[in-house]
């Protein structure tokens, strides 16, 4: 039968090996990797000369920002605030979301017809950006120093965010 000493043991071998796992990515990295694809995705944006190559971008532009902002609403940023009992970074970040949302709504299955078209995109990126670098400057190192299970929550985090594209995928 084991004892409170083996189960503690066995417990934090679990979870050594849950850490280790290739598929167990805590939430910052989740989130970071998330960040490095769609600033990727930008860049090629500002580079597209094609109505066709920029519609295709754009479309994986505003599915990545809806999946990742929804897994950052629904998930890390509760744990966030709670964590932190934050009344700051995480109520700018949903506003920030907010803004973002409202430019996906503007091009999202809608035809890259000149200047205005891309000037959304643009300033989409720009706020991108900016929110980036709050959360990664910020937010990040804050959640990393508190005593959030960050590894637990990138598992929800990255369990939620394949559900999410899947149903993306349907529609």
Known sequence: MPTASTRAAGAKSASRSRAASPRAKDAVALLREDHKKVSDLFEQFEKARSASVKKRLVQTICQELLV??????????????????????????????D?????????????????????????????????VKEEQNEMFPKAKKSRLDLVELGEQ?????????????LH
């Open 99 to 131: 803004s973002v949302k409202s430019l996906i709504e503007q091009v999202q299955g809608v035809e890259p017809d000149g200047e205005d078209y891309d000037a959304k995109v643009k300033v989409m990126g720009e706020f991108v950006k900016h929110h």
């Open 157 to 169: 985090m990255a369990e939620r965010k394949a559900q999410l594209m899947q149903e993306q995928q």
């Open 68 to 97: 990742h902002t929804q897994i950052e609403e629904e998930i890390f940023y509760p744990a966030v605030k709670a964590a932190l009992k934050d009344k700051e970074l995480v109520p700018e970040a949903r506003v920030e979301h």
